[in-house]
Protein backbone atom coordinates (compact mmCIF):
# COMPACT_ATOMS: atom_id res chain seq x y z
CA UNK A 1 0.00 0.00 0.00
CA UNK A 2 1.46 3.14 -0.92
CA UNK A 3 1.05 6.08 1.31
CA UNK A 4 1.13 9.91 0.97
CA UNK A 5 1.89 12.73 3.44
CA UNK A 6 -1.40 14.53 4.83
CA UNK A 7 -2.90 17.00 6.90
CA UNK A 8 -5.70 16.09 9.20
CA UNK A 9 -8.21 17.23 11.55
CA UNK A 10 -7.45 14.40 14.27
CA UNK A 11 -9.69 15.03 17.05
CA UNK A 12 -12.26 17.81 18.51
CA UNK A 13 -9.61 20.58 19.05
CA UNK A 14 -7.21 23.11 17.76
CA UNK A 15 -4.94 22.51 15.13
CA UNK A 16 -3.89 20.21 12.57
CA UNK A 17 -2.11 16.93 12.55
CA UNK A 18 0.96 15.73 9.94
CA UNK A 19 0.23 11.97 8.95
CA UNK A 20 0.93 9.26 6.40
CA UNK A 21 -2.08 8.03 5.17
CA UNK A 22 -2.88 5.43 2.19
CA UNK A 23 -3.11 7.64 -1.25
CA UNK A 24 -6.58 6.53 -2.03
CA UNK A 25 -7.09 3.92 -4.39
CA UNK A 26 -10.92 3.14 -4.31
CA UNK A 27 -11.29 5.52 -7.61
CA UNK A 28 -15.03 5.67 -8.30
CA UNK A 29 -16.27 5.32 -11.85
CA UNK A 30 -16.92 9.74 -11.53
CA UNK A 31 -13.91 10.32 -9.84
CA UNK A 32 -10.32 11.03 -10.44
CA UNK A 33 -7.01 11.22 -8.56
CA UNK A 34 -5.40 14.38 -8.44
CA UNK A 35 -1.23 14.75 -7.67
CA UNK A 36 -1.58 17.62 -5.78
CA UNK A 37 1.08 20.06 -7.28
CA UNK A 38 -0.18 23.38 -4.71
CA UNK A 39 -2.40 24.05 -2.44
CA UNK A 40 -3.44 27.22 -0.63
CA UNK A 41 -4.29 28.38 2.75
CA UNK A 42 -7.87 29.86 2.68
CA UNK A 43 -9.31 31.57 6.18
CA UNK A 44 -12.05 28.68 6.59
CA UNK A 45 -8.61 26.74 7.07
CA UNK A 46 -7.37 28.46 9.50
CA UNK A 47 -11.27 28.53 11.27
CA UNK A 48 -11.45 24.71 11.31
CA UNK A 49 -7.53 25.37 12.45
CA UNK A 50 -8.42 27.06 15.60
CA UNK A 51 -11.76 25.06 16.17
CA UNK A 52 -13.97 27.65 16.42
CA UNK A 53 -17.56 28.04 16.64
CA UNK A 54 -18.22 27.48 13.17
CA UNK A 55 -16.15 24.85 13.05
CA UNK A 56 -17.19 22.90 16.54
CA UNK A 57 -20.59 22.49 14.54
CA UNK A 58 -19.82 21.47 11.10
CA UNK A 59 -16.83 19.52 11.09
CA UNK A 60 -16.47 15.93 12.00
CA UNK A 61 -12.87 14.57 12.49
CA UNK A 62 -11.00 12.75 11.34
CA UNK A 63 -10.68 14.34 8.04
CA UNK A 64 -8.03 15.56 5.54
CA UNK A 65 -8.21 19.31 5.40
CA UNK A 66 -7.88 22.07 3.02
CA UNK A 67 -9.78 22.77 -0.55
CA UNK A 68 -7.81 24.94 -2.87
CA UNK A 69 -5.34 23.09 -4.76
CA UNK A 70 -3.98 22.89 -8.46
CA UNK A 71 -2.89 19.24 -9.44
CA UNK A 72 -2.36 16.57 -12.49
CA UNK A 73 -4.56 14.34 -13.30
CA UNK A 74 -3.20 10.48 -12.61
CA UNK A 75 -5.88 8.21 -12.85
CA UNK A 76 -9.97 8.48 -14.16
CA UNK A 77 -12.42 6.55 -13.36
CA UNK A 78 -14.79 4.77 -16.20
CA UNK A 79 -16.97 7.10 -16.45
CA UNK A 80 -14.96 9.70 -16.92
CA UNK A 81 -15.31 12.43 -20.01
CA UNK A 82 -14.19 15.69 -18.96
CA UNK A 83 -10.52 15.28 -17.82
CA UNK A 84 -8.18 13.07 -19.33
CA UNK A 85 -5.06 11.88 -17.88
CA UNK A 86 -1.83 14.50 -17.36
CA UNK A 87 -4.36 17.21 -17.21
CA UNK A 88 -3.52 20.39 -14.83
CA UNK A 89 -6.89 20.94 -12.98
CA UNK A 90 -8.39 22.81 -10.33
CA UNK A 91 -11.58 22.57 -8.52
CA UNK A 92 -14.94 23.87 -8.04
CA UNK A 93 -15.49 22.62 -4.27
CA UNK A 94 -18.94 22.46 -3.82
CA UNK A 95 -20.02 19.28 -4.59
CA UNK A 96 -23.67 20.14 -5.54
CA UNK A 97 -26.69 17.31 -5.64
CA UNK A 98 -28.19 18.28 -9.13
CA UNK A 99 -31.59 17.40 -8.12
CA UNK A 100 -32.96 19.93 -5.59
CA UNK A 101 -35.18 22.84 -7.06
CA UNK A 102 -32.05 25.06 -6.97
CA UNK A 103 -29.81 22.76 -9.12
CA UNK A 104 -33.06 22.23 -11.41
CA UNK A 105 -32.87 26.10 -12.30
CA UNK A 106 -29.12 26.20 -12.31
CA UNK A 107 -28.50 28.22 -9.54
CA UNK A 108 -26.07 24.98 -8.39
CA UNK A 109 -23.98 27.26 -5.87
CA UNK A 110 -26.88 27.96 -3.59
CA UNK A 111 -27.65 23.89 -3.56
CA UNK A 112 -29.90 23.04 -0.81
CA UNK A 113 -27.16 19.86 -0.41
CA UNK A 114 -23.82 21.79 -1.18
CA UNK A 115 -21.17 19.33 0.41
CA UNK A 116 -17.74 20.88 0.60
CA UNK A 117 -14.37 19.50 -0.15
CA UNK A 118 -12.11 19.62 3.01
CA UNK A 119 -15.17 20.76 4.90
CA UNK A 120 -17.56 17.78 4.57
CA UNK A 121 -15.32 15.19 2.47
CA UNK A 122 -11.22 14.73 2.32
CA UNK A 123 -9.60 17.64 0.92
CA UNK A 124 -6.17 18.39 -0.57
CA UNK A 125 -4.00 19.06 1.82
CA UNK A 126 -1.72 16.07 0.74
CA UNK A 127 0.14 14.74 -1.87
CA UNK A 128 -2.85 13.03 -3.60
CA UNK A 129 -6.55 13.57 -3.65
CA UNK A 130 -9.52 12.07 -4.96
CA UNK A 131 -12.13 14.49 -6.66
CA UNK A 132 -15.15 14.25 -8.00
CA UNK A 133 -14.54 14.13 -11.76
CA UNK A 134 -17.50 17.06 -12.54
CA UNK A 135 -16.03 19.63 -10.68
CA UNK A 136 -12.56 19.61 -12.22
CA UNK A 137 -11.91 22.74 -14.07
CA UNK A 138 -9.23 21.98 -16.90
CA UNK A 139 -6.46 24.66 -16.92
CA UNK A 140 -5.07 25.28 -20.73
CA UNK A 141 -2.61 28.03 -19.76
CA UNK A 142 1.00 28.00 -18.73
CA UNK A 143 0.40 29.48 -15.78
CA UNK A 144 2.69 28.24 -12.63
CA UNK A 145 0.51 26.09 -10.65
CA UNK A 146 1.39 27.48 -7.58
CA UNK A 147 -0.77 30.69 -8.96
CA UNK A 148 -3.59 27.90 -10.71
CA UNK A 149 -4.16 27.07 -6.91
CA UNK A 150 -5.93 30.20 -5.56
CA UNK A 151 -8.25 29.99 -8.49
CA UNK A 152 -11.11 29.16 -6.06
CA UNK A 153 -10.72 31.99 -3.70
CA UNK A 154 -10.32 34.13 -6.75
CA UNK A 155 -13.80 32.83 -8.13
CA UNK A 156 -15.53 34.33 -4.71
CA UNK A 157 -13.62 37.78 -5.57
CA UNK A 158 -15.00 37.73 -9.03
CA UNK A 159 -18.64 37.01 -8.50
CA UNK A 160 -18.77 39.74 -5.69
CA UNK A 161 -17.06 41.92 -7.76
CA UNK A 162 -18.62 40.81 -11.43
CA UNK A 163 -22.34 40.71 -10.31
CA UNK A 164 -22.68 44.11 -10.67
CA UNK A 165 -21.24 46.64 -13.58
CA UNK A 166 -17.62 48.20 -12.26
CA UNK A 167 -16.01 49.29 -15.71
CA UNK A 168 -16.07 53.01 -15.31
CA UNK A 169 -17.84 52.88 -12.08
CA UNK A 170 -16.57 54.27 -8.66
CA UNK A 171 -15.99 51.30 -6.20
CA UNK A 172 -15.51 50.90 -2.73
CA UNK A 173 -13.38 47.03 -1.72
CA UNK A 174 -14.30 47.11 1.79
CA UNK A 175 -11.62 44.34 3.60
CA UNK A 176 -8.14 43.38 2.27
CA UNK A 177 -8.04 40.48 3.30
CA UNK A 178 -6.67 37.85 0.31
CA UNK A 179 -9.85 37.65 -1.31
CA UNK A 180 -10.79 41.33 -1.26
CA UNK A 181 -7.11 42.29 -2.39
CA UNK A 182 -7.67 40.13 -5.37
CA UNK A 183 -10.96 42.04 -5.73
CA UNK A 184 -8.78 45.15 -6.05
CA UNK A 185 -7.05 43.74 -8.63
CA UNK A 186 -9.87 42.63 -10.89
CA UNK A 187 -11.69 45.90 -10.40
CA UNK A 188 -7.78 47.32 -12.21
CA UNK A 189 -8.11 44.39 -14.72
CA UNK A 190 -11.60 45.56 -15.69
CA UNK A 191 -11.32 48.96 -16.12
CA UNK A 192 -12.96 50.74 -12.75
CA UNK A 193 -13.00 54.77 -12.78
CA UNK A 194 -11.25 54.64 -9.41
CA UNK A 195 -11.05 51.94 -7.05
CA UNK A 196 -11.23 53.10 -3.24
CA UNK A 197 -9.77 49.85 -0.54
CA UNK A 198 -10.84 50.11 2.91
CA UNK A 199 -8.46 48.20 5.38
CA UNK A 200 -6.46 48.66 8.42
CA UNK A 201 -3.40 46.60 8.14
CA UNK A 202 -0.69 47.80 6.78
CA UNK A 203 1.21 45.45 4.99
CA UNK A 204 -2.66 44.87 3.33
CA UNK A 205 -2.60 48.60 2.46
CA UNK A 206 0.72 48.29 0.95
CA UNK A 207 -0.38 45.48 -0.98
CA UNK A 208 -3.92 46.56 -2.25
CA UNK A 209 -2.12 49.52 -3.73
CA UNK A 210 0.54 47.64 -5.45
CA UNK A 211 -3.12 45.87 -6.97
CA UNK A 212 -4.66 48.68 -8.01
CA UNK A 213 -6.15 50.49 -5.87
CA UNK A 214 -6.31 54.50 -6.18
CA UNK A 215 -7.22 55.43 -2.78
CA UNK A 216 -6.94 53.27 0.61
CA UNK A 217 -8.50 54.63 3.72
CA UNK A 218 -7.26 53.36 7.16
CA UNK A 219 -10.47 53.65 9.28
CA UNK A 220 -8.57 53.53 12.52
CA UNK A 221 -6.86 56.87 11.37
CA UNK A 222 -9.80 58.04 9.15
CA UNK A 223 -13.35 59.19 9.15
CA UNK A 224 -14.72 56.92 6.29
CA UNK A 225 -17.24 57.99 5.55
CA UNK A 226 -16.62 61.68 5.20
CA UNK A 227 -13.40 60.46 3.06
CA UNK A 228 -15.15 58.03 0.68
CA UNK A 229 -17.74 61.47 -0.25
CA UNK A 230 -14.69 63.55 -0.51
CA UNK A 231 -13.30 61.23 -3.20
CA UNK A 232 -16.60 60.99 -5.34
CA UNK A 233 -17.14 64.50 -4.91
CA UNK A 234 -19.88 64.04 -2.37
CA UNK A 235 -22.24 61.54 -4.46
CA UNK A 236 -20.73 58.23 -3.00
CA UNK A 237 -19.69 54.67 -4.57
CA UNK A 238 -21.25 53.42 -7.37
CA UNK A 239 -20.41 50.08 -5.94
CA UNK A 240 -19.31 48.63 -2.52
CA UNK A 241 -17.64 45.24 -2.02
CA UNK A 242 -17.84 44.05 0.82
CA UNK A 243 -15.42 41.41 1.98
CA UNK A 244 -14.82 42.28 5.40
CA UNK A 245 -17.42 40.92 7.86
CA UNK A 246 -17.06 43.92 10.09
CA UNK A 247 -20.09 45.28 11.90
CA UNK A 248 -18.90 49.16 11.69
CA UNK A 249 -17.69 48.95 8.16
CA UNK A 250 -20.59 47.45 7.13
CA UNK A 251 -22.75 50.26 8.75
CA UNK A 252 -20.55 53.28 7.25
CA UNK A 253 -20.72 51.57 3.85
CA UNK A 254 -24.81 52.19 3.53
CA UNK A 255 -23.85 55.99 4.56
CA UNK A 256 -21.16 56.77 1.65
CA UNK A 257 -23.13 54.30 -1.37
CA UNK A 258 -24.44 56.54 -3.99
CA UNK A 259 -28.29 56.74 -4.22
CA UNK A 260 -29.11 54.15 -7.02
CA UNK A 261 -25.98 52.31 -6.05
CA UNK A 262 -25.14 48.53 -6.03
CA UNK A 263 -23.78 46.00 -3.02
CA UNK A 264 -22.09 42.61 -3.26
CA UNK A 265 -21.43 41.37 0.28
CA UNK A 266 -19.48 38.61 0.56
CA UNK A 267 -17.93 38.66 4.04
CA UNK A 268 -19.50 36.88 7.04
CA UNK A 269 -20.02 38.59 10.05
CA UNK A 270 -20.27 37.79 13.41
CA UNK A 271 -22.45 40.76 15.08
CA UNK A 272 -25.96 41.50 14.13
CA UNK A 273 -25.78 45.16 11.59
CA UNK A 274 -28.05 47.84 12.56
CA UNK A 275 -28.56 50.01 9.24
CA UNK A 276 -31.27 52.69 8.53
CA UNK A 277 -33.60 50.64 6.65
CA UNK A 278 -35.42 53.34 5.29
CA UNK A 279 -33.30 55.80 4.41
CA UNK A 280 -30.38 54.28 3.47
CA UNK A 281 -31.78 50.86 1.56
CA UNK A 282 -35.41 52.09 0.56
CA UNK A 283 -35.52 55.60 -0.03
CA UNK A 284 -31.75 55.47 -1.72
CA UNK A 285 -33.17 52.83 -4.02
CA UNK A 286 -29.97 50.30 -3.42
CA UNK A 287 -29.36 46.80 -4.73
CA UNK A 288 -27.58 44.48 -2.24
CA UNK A 289 -26.94 40.76 -3.57
CA UNK A 290 -25.27 37.99 -0.98
CA UNK A 291 -22.57 36.22 -2.61
CA UNK A 292 -22.03 32.48 -1.71
CA UNK A 293 -19.31 30.60 -3.62
CA UNK A 294 -18.67 30.93 -7.15
CA UNK A 295 -21.47 30.19 -10.17
CA UNK A 296 -21.52 27.16 -11.45
CA UNK A 297 -19.35 27.41 -13.80
CA UNK A 298 -20.38 31.09 -15.22
CA UNK A 299 -17.57 32.51 -12.77
CA UNK A 300 -14.88 29.80 -13.24
CA UNK A 301 -15.33 30.50 -17.25
CA UNK A 302 -14.74 34.09 -15.71
CA UNK A 303 -12.27 33.15 -13.67
CA UNK A 304 -9.95 31.25 -16.56
CA UNK A 305 -10.09 33.81 -18.86
CA UNK A 306 -8.73 36.57 -16.53
CA UNK A 307 -6.21 33.82 -15.63
CA UNK A 308 -5.41 33.23 -19.39
CA UNK A 309 -5.82 36.64 -19.96
CA UNK A 310 -2.08 37.92 -17.84
CA UNK A 311 -3.87 41.30 -16.30
CA UNK A 312 -4.03 39.83 -12.96
CA UNK A 313 -1.24 40.06 -10.40
CA UNK A 314 -1.12 36.95 -9.34
CA UNK A 315 2.62 37.36 -8.19
CA UNK A 316 1.66 39.49 -6.12
CA UNK A 317 -2.13 38.61 -4.51
CA UNK A 318 0.80 35.17 -3.77
CA UNK A 319 2.84 36.58 -0.71
CA UNK A 320 4.15 33.59 0.73
CA UNK A 321 5.39 30.02 -0.31
CA UNK A 322 6.15 26.98 2.06
CA UNK A 323 7.01 23.15 1.45
CA UNK A 324 3.37 21.23 2.71
CA UNK A 325 5.50 20.08 5.73
CA UNK A 326 5.76 23.48 6.66
CA UNK A 327 2.16 24.11 7.38
CA UNK A 328 2.17 25.56 11.16
CA UNK A 329 4.39 28.24 9.03
CA UNK A 330 2.20 28.76 6.83
CA UNK A 331 -0.83 28.95 8.68
CA UNK A 332 0.55 31.62 11.45
CA UNK A 333 1.59 33.32 8.81
CA UNK A 334 -2.48 33.90 7.51
CA UNK A 335 -3.22 34.53 11.19
CA UNK A 336 -0.30 37.02 11.38
CA UNK A 337 -3.01 39.04 8.92
CA UNK A 338 0.84 39.83 7.11
CA UNK A 339 -0.02 38.34 3.94
CA UNK A 340 -1.79 37.79 0.88
CA UNK A 341 -2.19 34.19 -0.52
CA UNK A 342 -0.12 31.58 1.40
CA UNK A 343 0.65 28.72 -1.35
CA UNK A 344 1.94 25.20 -0.03
CA UNK A 345 3.87 22.75 -2.31
CA UNK A 346 3.75 19.12 -1.65
Known sequence: MEMMTAFIKETKGPGFKMVKKPIPSDI???????????????????????????????????????????????????????????????????????????????????????????VDT????????????????????????????????????????????????????????PIGLMGVNIAKAVGSKKIIAIEINEYRINLAKKLGAHVVINPLKEDVVKRVLEETGGKGVDVVAEFSGNKSAIEQSFKYIKPGGKMSMLGIGEQNIEIDFSNDIVFKGIEIYGVIGRRMFETWDQVTLFVQSGKLDLDVIVTHIFKLEDMEKGIQQMISGNSGKVVLIP
Open 28 to 118: GPDEVLVKVLATSICGTDVHIYKWDRWSQGRIKPPLTVGHEFSGKVIKVGSNVTNVKLDDIVSAETHIVCGTCEFCKRGEFHICENTRIIG
Open 122 to 177: DGCFAEYAKMPAYNLIVNHSAVDPKYLSVQEPLGNAMHTMMHFEIKDKTVAVVGCG
